[in-house]
């Protein structure tokens, strides 16, 4: 199936309009907007302690198992949905269901109280659900689009372009912080973080309008379901699909290998900021909040590059040998964070070291994906919902474990060590795979 540039190029758009969420929600302000809050009385250091349906947490151990909590959802409802999509070939319509879902869901992240933590962690909630929901439909469109031999770097265009994008509108919520911020003192000023958490929604639902405009909208209907049908029959795709993978090598060991690294890269990305709060020696709590943001930025331009060089040596000595180097390389960083990073100039080495692979391996991954899958398959949905199905339990382990280690050892860096296994893993899964794949 032949589509036209624009039509390949709104897809490619859809990155640039959800890549905020990844970006100033679950990476750089509301982490940090989360943990001050809840840490913090007018100004004063009051404990990182909370309660949460009468039981007290870390605040950070809270925001970790919080998160797993959204993807255990995610896992399980997109199965449901993504079954659905195939059945009545009407991806579009659940695109925008899960991008509406999740932009309106960062608006109401405006009214977030510390006072009133279980509410306020619903639009958290179901903002991520939004994210990953509606992640599953439009990788799904990645093989349908186009040619396996183009597929690496429109993935890669797709990802630097969602870099660029989120982090334009980082810089701007970064000036408002940083020289329009409110003074709760004074009274002058006229920004409020929260703002940043209104402009993500507004960004995200503005963006998309662009690919649901221009993405193919089929819509035929092959049968009638009744109510328990509808119900069951994403299930049984998704069922169907893993018996079907379990005859295709190379498919089955590329994603026991992709569950384990992506499991240390996500984790990664969810707490990377959380991390660096409370174990890097900041000089000041407002040079910590603006370091970090701006390191943050400082990943996201280097993800661009990162994204590009990886698709450009992907073509020279083939996908799986370059994931490999990047597996080996994460496997350095993380062990090197452990055991050396407790200083800012450190710690923005590390970020930018964070930054060239998470690009890098985030589009890679995904292009090898949509390369292995057989040829003229019509359930494509249904493959890229078990891709992210095994993504989000693998994200699941991730973050618990990072929160479990941290809640039980009193501290985030020795929860760093999961994630050199996590990668290590990998690595050892992935590494028979060369023999197997020569695209």
């Given at each position: 199936?032949?589509?036209?540039k624009?039509?390949?190029?709104?897809?490619?758009?859809?990155?640039?309009?959800?890549?905020?969420?990844?970006?100033?929600?679950?990476?750089?302000?509301?982490?940090?907007?989360?943990?001050?809050?809840?840490?913090?009385?007018?100004?004063?250091?009051?404990?990182?302690?909370?309660?949460?349906?009468?039981?007290?947490?870390?605040n950070?151990?809270?925001?970790?198992?919080?998160?797993?909590?959204?993807?255990?959802?995610?896992?399980?409802?997109?199965?449901?949905?993504?079954?659905?999509?195939?059945?009545?070939?009407?991806?579009?319509?659940?695109?925008?269901?899960?991008?509406?879902?999740?932009?309106?869901?960062?608006?109401?992240?405006?009214?977030?109280?510390?006072?009133h933590?279980?509410?306020?962690?619903?639009?958290?909630?179901?903002a991520?659900?939004?994210?990953?929901?509606?992640?599953?439909?439009?990788?799904?469109?990645?093989?349908?689009?186009?040619?396996?031999?183009y597929?690496?770097?429109?993935?890669?265009?797709?990802f630097?372009?969602g870099?660029?994008?989120?982090?334009?509108?980082?810089?701007?919520?970064?000036?408002?912080?940083?020289?329009?911020?409110?003074?709760?003192?004074?009274?002058?000023?006229?920004?409020?973080?929260?703002?940043?958490?209104?402009?993500?929604?507004?960004?995200?639902?503005?963006?998309?309008?662009?690919?649901?405009?221009?993405?193919?909208k089929?819509?035929k209907?092959?049968?009638?379901?009744?109510?328990?049908?509808?119900?069951?029959?994403?299930?049984?795709?998704?069922?169907?699909?893993?018996?079907?993978?379990?005859?295709?090598?190379?498919?089955?060991?590329?994603?026991?290998?992709?569950?384990?690294?992506?499991?240390?890269?996500?984790?990664?990305?969810?707490?990377?900021?959380?991390?660096?709060?409370?174990?890097?020696?900041?000089?000041?709590?407002?040079?910590?909040?603006?370091?970090l943001?701006i390191?943050?930025?400082?990943?996201?331009?280097?993800?661009?590059?990162?994204?590009?060089?990886?698709?450009?040596?992907?073509?020279?000595?083939?996908?799986?040998?370059?994931?490999?180097?990047a597996?080996?390389?994460?496997?350095?960083?993380?062990?090197?964070?452990?055991?050396?990073?407790?200083?800012?100039?450190?710690?923005?080495?590390?970020?930018?070291?964070?930054?060239?692979?998470?690009?890098?391996t985030?589009?890679?991954?995904?292009?090898?994906?949509?390369?292995?899958?057989p040829?003229?398959?019509?359930?494509?949905?249904?493959?890229?919902?078990?891709?992210?199905?095994?993504?989000?339990?693998?994200?699941?382990?991730?973050?618990?474990?990072?929160?479990?280690?941290?809640?039980?050892?009193?501290?985030?860096?020795?929860?760093?060590?999961?994630?050199?296994?996590?990668?290590?893993?990998?690595?050892?899964?992935?590494?028979?795979?060369?023999?197997?794949?020569?695209?």
């Amino acid at each position: 199936m032949s589509f036209s540039k624009k039509v390949i190029n709104a897809w490619i758009f859809y990155d640039l309009a959800n890549s905020v969420f990844p970006l100033i929600i679950t990476s750089a302000i509301f982490p940090n907007f989360y943990d001050y809050v809840t840490s913090h009385t007018n100004g004063t250091f009051t404990g990182d302690k909370v309660l949460f349906f009468g039981a007290e947490f870390v605040n950070t151990d809270l925001y970790t198992f919080l998160y797993a909590l959204a993807l255990s959802i995610v896992v399980i409802i997109t199965p449901i949905l993504s079954g659905i999509a195939d059945y009545f070939e009407n991806k579009i319509l659940f695109l925008k269901l899960f991008c509406y879902l999740g932009s309106i869901s960062c608006v109401c992240l405006y009214f977030f109280n510390a006072q009133h933590l279980e509410l306020s962690f619903i639009p958290f909630i179901t903002a991520t659900i939004g994210f990953w929901g509606s992640l599953a439909f439009y990788n799904s469109y990645l093989p349908q689009l186009v040619p396996t031999y183009y597929q690496d770097k429109v993935s890669a265009k797709g990802f630097a372009l969602g870099y660029i994008g989120s982090s334009i509108l980082l810089i701007i919520c970064l000036v408002g912080i940083l020289f329009f911020k409110l003074n709760k003192q004074t009274g002058a000023g006229f920004f409020k973080i929260e703002y940043c958490f209104l402009m993500v929604g507004l960004w995200w639902i503005g963006f998309a309008q662009y690919t649901f405009k221009h993405l193919p909208k089929t819509l035929k209907q092959t049968s009638v379901l009744n109510k328990r049908q509808i119900i069951t029959s994403g299930f049984n795709e998704l069922k169907k699909v893993f018996f079907q993978i379990r005859i295709q090598k190379p498919i089955k060991q590329f994603l026991r290998a992709y569950f384990f690294f992506n499991m240390g890269l996500q984790t990664i990305m969810v707490v990377a900021v959380l991390f660096a709060r409370k174990e890097i020696m900041w000089p000041s709590e407002q040079a910590k909040t603006n370091s970090l943001i701006i390191s943050i930025l400082l990943i996201q331009f280097v993800a661009v590059l990162g994204a590009y060089l990886f698709s450009f040596l992907a073509q020279k000595i083939n996908n799986i040998n370059m994931l490999i180097i990047a597996v080996i390389c994460w496997v350095i960083m993380c062990f090197g964070t452990f055991k050396y990073v407790y200083y800012p100039s450190q710690f923005y080495i590390v970020a930018v070291i964070v930054g060239l692979l998470m690009g890098g391996t985030q589009a890679l991954a995904r292009s090898t994906y949509s390369k292995l899958l057989p040829n003229k398959l019509s359930q494509t949905t249904a493959y890229f919902s078990f891709y992210d199905v095994i993504e989000k339990i693998g994200m699941i382990i991730g973050t618990l474990s990072f929160g479990f280690i941290s809640y039980t050892f009193g501290g985030m860096r020795n929860s760093i060590l999961v994630m050199v296994v996590f990668f290590a893993l990998g690595l050892i899964l992935l590494i028979p795979l060369r023999k197997k794949y020569n695209q």
